[in-house]
């Protein structure tokens, strides 16, 4: 048996003048230096993004807050099926269904609210919905805000997005 | 005996088995809608298909008997390919409204498509016959038309077990649909057992409607608390919230069913429940802890027995109690206290209705447990209550939410006549709004024990969850109780209670948990 | 104003003027540090704090983090030595500015009759004070570290003990030629001295007659101030944030504030020591005299300003390298500071004293 080598390309060794550094310093400082001024004189080389003013096209299948769909009448169009709580990982879906105000309908969610604190986006709320009634395509993260209450999105705050 | 070869191997059976049930006992499944063991057998609904050797054609299982040296197949691509085909038929015209139907879940379409179909569907949505939905038919179910793959199950309940044929088949071929005759809603008291029995979603409870999924459900064995009879339910809940009763299976006893009033029974273990032990002091309650109630309880008992006599104390039993507890309580009185005032009473409140199937008069559990445990009931009862009324009683420990059929009034004023009441109870009731002391109880769901039916069958419940609130195991409180009264008993839980019981009670002697097992065991007589 | 009163006066206009200069630049270089920062990595950096709309390129960012320091809940964490906790960072920011006391921002000038040195101290032991203030900073870092009671810290305050205790050795050593070139320790005479012309065209600086001393001082001074390439006490993807990692609210804030004079305080001594204080190249009392015999006259109003504003603006230069060298240079490995302090800088500058003792004995033979 043999054992085999990798030969590794070692960095080549430094020049005197290098190792000294004292040139290569100087060097170094002008390219910051050339990328500062530059910065300064044409603003476009910057890369930031200006972030609640500008924001980052999203992928199209960036899973981001959750929204409820809603029917042509603007009734929810959830049927409290409890699918999507059910495969919900984190346990975060809160259904409580009732008899419908629409005999068509018969079933509808009188309570849907998602703990977004505890929501992991994974997604799988959208996978399990049999009437694509639930969607993370607001291409939006969960905005941070005060008190945990905000952040259980209610039925209501879910249909508007 | 026949001999019967399935899918190579053989089984005995007796004569007149048919090969489902036959396949059964070898633990084949074979599909089936319309054959139900408690029913009589129709054939329609074609699930059931096997190949018989020698016959040309399938034959249906659930009708076709075994007969010696039959040599039936389940598993050949012919009977694969009927069977696909019947479920397929069956879906045509079906609404798939899984979503937003209860038996999502357990339903008998879903679990053999899942199976046996996984078939793409050949029909156009817009073809489909619609049926009317949400029917309001009376009593506890509500009936989609749409949903019914006309098994006839229904039908055959209505007509051979309540007897009222209300249900029927309507209209032909595609058209044709399950439904009450014009005017005449369901009336018995048994509708119950439709949603039990439609293998589908085309009838389903009232009661449970939208409440919850079924998955998300658990259950455990429990006894109905409606009535005497003690049918074997299965109690589904979810946290600490119990959703439905339905029957399990006891040949002995209620069969498959159950009646409409037990089947809401479950009720009462959810709502104005007692939670937390209080005291009332002068009219106001006041939230008291277990710690220093049960020491108080048991030093006004005692004191009142030692400084009045034990003649002006009464204990009143409770036939919703179990054997184990109304043992102790009756040891507790007798041995502890040393009174005489020991009764219970059957009684309630309304009518008292009974049938010749399952429902009985007497509304309580266990009257026949108290009685067999040597509590008196009727006469006894009355006298102890003009005793009360006169005044002489000075304390009174009560089991149970009412005291017979006393309307809150009456109750109120009677109990105005005893200084010193204390309730072990699991409800708000007449007793808990006029007890001086209330100690919470756990409900039949939340402790286990043994009722005794009507004729003597002593019947195990299970323990299902934790008790809500700070309510307790009613064992346990009158384990305490006694303790304090210098008992010096030493029983954890009720199955060592149950144990000293079978030794000391007569009519359960020999039995034990194990022996009473899933169905219950008849006392020796 | 009789002469006592107008001295106590003089001298505390002195100090306030100066501190207020430095605390000033702290302020400026703070934003200077970020802002400098995200344009050399091609971001934006700083640019939300605002004044009713007013967002000024980030300038009042400077204001909002002190009113944060300001603000924040100011705690003592459980294992601390709670005395010595509180005094680190005093120890720390104190000597920090003592340093600014000796160095002259620019020529005596004539008020009123009186001469005024534009100096806070002139003290003829100069450059050994210097040396004695910034050689107390490590107990600033040591103390915050050990007194913190938590590891990270700890071994911060170790490091910056023996990074200081090394390189402060070096940074003596580097300084010997001046004293040797100027004759003097005084700082006031060090600047004097630059004031002439080295072979009648180059300015006299510390920088043309002292190279490598020069550089050994810069380096060693980077390493005293804890900046980066040397910035080990603080390292924070080994050390969290080193010694400062348990304080918080204006404590921390002054232990930043202690880095940053350290950086104004280090540009101006090197700006006085090696590029001629607040000398002007070419310009005398009377006005600018190129070689060659060229000469301008100016008044000597515009000479003060023009040598105030010449050391103002070497100072301003060498506080941007600072900043310029850290988004520019990555952090050393602790062996490698501590082989560059004993095996490199040490040598040199030991080599330094003895090649300018050589050169000065053969010119002055
Ligand atoms: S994204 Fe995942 S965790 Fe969040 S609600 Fe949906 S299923 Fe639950
Ligand atoms: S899975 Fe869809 S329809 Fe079902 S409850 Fe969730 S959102 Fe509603
Ligand atoms: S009956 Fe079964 S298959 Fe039909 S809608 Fe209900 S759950 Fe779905
Ligand atoms: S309603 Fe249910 S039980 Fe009755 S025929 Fe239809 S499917 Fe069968
Ligand atoms: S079960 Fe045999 S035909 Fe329905």
Redesign the interface.
């Known amino acids: 048996m043999t054992i085999g080598v990798i030969k590794v390309a070692r960095p080549r060794e430094m020049s005197f003048p290098e190792s000294l550094y004292l040139l290569e310093i100087v060097k170094g400082l002008g390219v910051t230096m050339g990328h500062l001024l530059s910065n300064i004189v044409r603003q476009e080389g910057i890369k930031t993004i200006e972030y609640p003013e500008v924001r980052r096209p999203m992928p199209p299948r960036f899973r981001g807050k959750h929204r409820l769909m809603k029917r042509e009448n603007g009734a929810p169009r959830c049927v409290a099926c409890y699918c999507c709580s059910t495969a919900c990982p984190a346990k975060c879906i809160t259904i409580v269904a009732g008899e419908s105000p629409d005999p068509a309908v018969e079933k509808y969610p009188v309570r849907f609210d998602i703990d977004m604190l505890r929501c992991v986006f994974c997604g799988m709320c959208v996978e399990a919905c049999p009437c694509d009634a639930i969607r993370m395509d607001t291409g939006w993260f969960t905005p941070p805000d005060d008190t945990r209450e905000k952040l259980i999105f209610t039925i209501d705050t879910l249909l508007e997005k | 005996m026949p001999t019967l070869t399935l899918n190579g191997m053989t089984v005995d059976v007796p004569p007149g088995t048919s090969i489902l049930d036959a396949a059964k006992q070898v633990g084949v499944e074979i599909p089936h809608y319309c054959y139900h063991p408690k029913l009589s057998v129709a054939g329609n609904c074609r699930m059931c298909l096997v190949e018989i050797e020698k016959f040309p054609k399938l034959q249906t299982a659930c009708s076709t008997v075994v007969n010696d040296g039959m040599v039936v197949r389940t598993d050949t691509e012919k009977v694969r390919k009927a069977v696909t085909g019947v479920l397929e038929l069956m879906l045509i015209h079906h609404p798939i409204d ?3 139907c209860d038996q ?1 879940g357990e339903c008998g379409l879903q679990d053999y498509y899942m199976k046996f179909g996984l078939h793409k569907s050949r029909y156009a949505l817009e073809d489909k016959v619609h049926k009317k ?2 029917q309001d038919i009376g009593g506890q179910v509500v009936l989609d038309a749409e949903r019914c793959i006309l098994c006839s199950r229904c039908v055959r309940f209505l007509a051979e077990v309540t007897g009222t044929r209300e249900l029927d088949f309507f209209n032909r071929g595609d058209h044709s649909e399950i439904s009450i005759f014009p005017g005449k809603p369901l009336d018995n008291n048994y509708t119950g057992n439709l949603a039990d029995i439609c293998p589908v979603g085309a009838l389903t409870s009232k009661d449970f ?3 919850c ?1 079924v ?2 459900l658990k259950a455990f064995d429990s006894i109905c608390t409606g009535c005497s009879k003690g049918c074997n339910v299965d109690a589904h809940f979810k946290g600490d919230i119990l959703y439905r009763l339905k029957p399990r299976w006891n040949d002995a006893v209620n069969q498959a069913w159950m009646c409409d009033f037990g089947r809401l029974t479950y009720k009462e273990m959810n709502e104005a429940r007692l939670l937390t032990p209080f005291v009332r002091e002068e009219g106001a309650r006041k939230v008291a802890a277990w710690g220093s109630l049960l020491p108080d309880v048991a030093f006004r008992l005692k004191a009142t027995a030692d400084k009045s006599g034990a003649d002006r104390v009464a204990v009143i039993a409770s036939p919703q109690s179990s054997n184990e507890e109304l043992y102790l309580l009756r040891r507790l009185a007798t041995e502890l206290l040393g009174t005489k005032n020991l009764a219970f009473t059957h009684r309630v409140a309304g009518d008292g209705f009974a049938d010749d199937f399952l429902i009985q008069a007497d509304k309580n559990p266990n009257s026949r447990g108290a009685q067999l445990l040597g509590i008196p009931d009727g006469a006894v009862f009355d006298a102890l209550v003009s005793k009360i009324s006169a005044g002489g009683i000075d304390a009174l420990l009560v089991f149970g939410n009412v005291l017979g059929a006393l309307s809150e009034e009456e109750t109120a004023a009677l109990l105005a006549n005893v200084p010193f009441v204390a309730q072990v109870g699991t409800n708000e009731g007449p007793v808990s709004k006029a007890a001086t002391a209330v100690l919470p109880s756990a409900s039949v769901a939340e402790r286990g024990g043994t009722f005794t039916s009507h004729v003597g069958r002593v019947q195990r419940f299970r323990f299902g969850f934790p008790a809500r609130g700070k309510a307790k195991n009613p064992v346990e409180i009158l384990v305490s109780l006694g303790n304090r009264l210098g008992a010096g008993w030493s029983f954890a839980g009720e199955a060592s209670v149950f144990r000293a019981l079978a030794e000391s009670e007569a009519p359960f002697a020999g039995m034990s948990y194990d022996s009473i097992g899933m169905l219950g065991q008849e006392i020796k007589t | 104003m009789t002469g006592p009163l107008f001295d106590i006066a003089v001298t505390v206009a002195r100090i306030a003027v100066f501190f207020a200069f430095c605390f000033g630049l702290v302020v400026v270089m703070t934003w200077v540090e970020r802002k400098g920062a995200a344009y050399i990595q091609d971001r934006r950096g700083p640019n939300r704090a605002d004044i009713f709309g007013i967002r000024a390129w980030g300038l009042f960012h400077p204001l909002a983090d002190a009113l944060k320091f300001l603000f924040k809940e100011d705690f003592i964490p459980d294992n601390a030595h709670r005395l010595f906790y509180q005094m680190a960072p005093m120890f720390s920011l104190a000597p920090a500015i003592l340093g600014i006391a000796i160095i002259p921002f620019g020529p005596d000038v004539t008020v009123m009759g009186r001469t005024i040195a534009l100096q806070i101290a002139d003290l003829n032991v100069g450059i050994l004070y210097l040396f004695a203030v910034s050689g107390m900073t490590v107990y600033g870092v040591v103390l915050a570290g050990w007194a913190s009671g938590s590891k990270y810290p700890l071994l911060g305050g170790l490091r910056s003990s023996a990074q200081m205790l090394s390189y402060e050795v070096s940074m003596g050593l580097s300084l010997i030629g001046i004293f040797m070139v100027f004759e003097s320790v005084r700082m006031s005479q060090i600047v004097a001295g630059q004031g002439g012309l080295l072979f009648g065209v180059l300015p006299k600086w510390g920088v043309f007659v002292q190279p490598l001393g020069f550089i050994l001082f810069l380096v060693a001074q980077y390493a005293e101030a804890n900046r980066t390439p040397f910035d080990l006490p603080e390292g924070e993807s080994e050390l969290v944030a080193g010694y400062h990692t348990e304080y918080a609210s204006f404590k921390f804030s002054m232990f930043m504030m202690a880095e940053y004079l350290h950086m104004v305080v280090g540009a101006a001594v090197v700006a006085t020591l090696f590029f001629g204080g607040w000398q002007f190249p070419y310009l005398g009392d009377a006005g600018f005299l190129f070689p060659g015999g060229f000469a301008v006259a100016v008044p000597p109003a515009l000479v003060l300003l023009l040598r105030i504003g010449s050391f103002v603006a070497k100072v301003l230069f060498f506080a941007w390298l600072y900043v310029w060298v850290r988004w520019t240079i990555p952090r050393f490995r602790y062996d490698q500071v501590m082989r560059l302090g004993w095996k490199v800088m040490l040598p040199l500058s030991l080599l330094n004293i003895f090649a300018t003792g050589l050169i000065l004995l053969l010119l002055n033979r």
Do not use: E, G
């Open positions: 899984c979503p937003i999502a939905k949400v409607r939208f409440r999924r998955w998300l």
